[in-house]
C-alpha cells in the first residue's frame, strides 16, 4: 500500500493545490491528512473542502481545536504566540458553521494495520506536545504499540528511531528496517520550518518498507500576499519565503 500523509497545509490552497498534484503524479492508495487545516493562512474555505473529499482519514490538529472551539484543558489557544493568536480569531470570525462543525467532529487519532496517525505526539494528544527532535521523540517512543507513529505539529520534517537514531531528512527516501519501531514526523504543507520553504509531505510504501519525502515548490508571492491583504500579520507572511 502507497500511503500519503499531509500535516499542517495551514489554509495554505497554493500550497495544497501544489501537494496534491504531487500525490497523483507519486500515486498512492490513501490519503491522512494530520490535522491544522486552517491557521496563518486565508484559504480555509479550499483546504476544508479539498481534504474532506480527498482525504481518507483527517485528523483534528491544535488549531483546528482553536477555530472550533473544542479546545482541550491545556488550551490550545493559550499556548498560542500573539501570531497565531491574531489568525485564529480571524479563522473564528470567518468560519461558516457548518466549516466549525466539520473541525469540531475531526477524530484525535487513528490507528490502522501497525500505523498510529495524530496530530501532535502519541502521548495525550490533546496537550499538543511537540516532536521535532530525539530528546522529544524519546518521551512518546514508549507509549504506543503500533510499528509506526505519524505526526505533524512541529512542522519539523524528520524520522526517530527507536534505536536512538535519529534522522532529520528534509527530503529523499528512507528504508525502513522492520524490527525498528520509530515515529516519523512528516513536516508541514502550508508552513514548513525547517529552512526549506517548499512545501513538504510523505509516502509511505508499505510494501518496499519505505518513507519518502517529497519537497513541491508553489506560489508562496500569491499565498503570502493573501495574508497581507486580510491584515493578520506581516510576519506570518515574511516566515513563508524564509520556510520558518
Ligand atoms: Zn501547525
Known amino acids: ?33 494530520l490535522g491544522d487545516l486552517v491557521g496563518y493562512g486565508v484559504d480555509f474555505d479550499y483546504c476544508i473542502a479539498a481534504v474532506s473529499e480527498r482525504a481518507d482519514v483527517s485528523l483534528m490538529g491544535n488549531h483546528d481545536a482553536a477555530a472550533a472551539g473544542t479546545d482541550s484543558p491545556a488550551g490550545s489557544m493559550r499556548q498560542m504566540n500573539p501570531h497565531a ?72 520534517p524528520g524520522i526517530y528511531f527507536e534505536d536512538e537514531g535519529c534522522r532529520h531528512t528534509g527530503e529523499g527516501e528512507v528504508k525502513l528496517p522492520s524490527e525498528q519501531r520509530a515515529i516519523i514526523n512528516v513536516g508541514s504543507v ?7 520553504p517548499r512545501a513538504c509531505h510523505i509516502i509511505l510504501d508499505t510494501v518496499k518498507e519505505t518513507v519518502e519525502f517529497i519537497r513541491v515548490s508553489y506560489d508562496i508571492q500569491k499565498a503570502a500576499e493573501k495574508i497581507s491583504m486580510a491584515g493578520i500579520s506581516e510576519f506570518l507572511a515574511r516566515r513563508l519565503f524564509l520556510g520558518i
Open 190 to 196: 502550508g508552513q514548513p520550518r525547517d529552512g526549506d
Open 85 to 156: 493568536r491574531k489568525s485564529a480569531e480571524w479563522t473564528i470570525k470567518n468560519l461558516s458553521v457548518e466549516q466549525k462543525n466539520y473541525l469540531s467532529n475531526l477524530e484525535m487519532s487513528h490507528s490502522e494495520d501497525g500505523l498510529l496517525f495524530v496530530h501532535s505526539a502519541p502521548t495525550s494528544p490533546g496537550e499538543w506536545d511537540y516532536i521535532s527532535d530525539w530528546t522529544s521523540a524519546a518521551v512518546h517512543l514508549g507509549s504506543f504499540a503500533e510499528h509506526l507513529c505519524f505526526v505533524g505539529h512541529s512542522h519539523i
Open 1 to 33: 500500500m502507497r500511503l500519503a500523509v499531509v500535516s499542517d497545509i495551514h489554509a495554505n490552497r497554493e500550497a495544497l493545490e501544489a501537494v496534491l498534484e504531487s500525490i497523483s503524479d507519486a500515486g498512492f492508495d490513501k490519503v491522512v491528512s
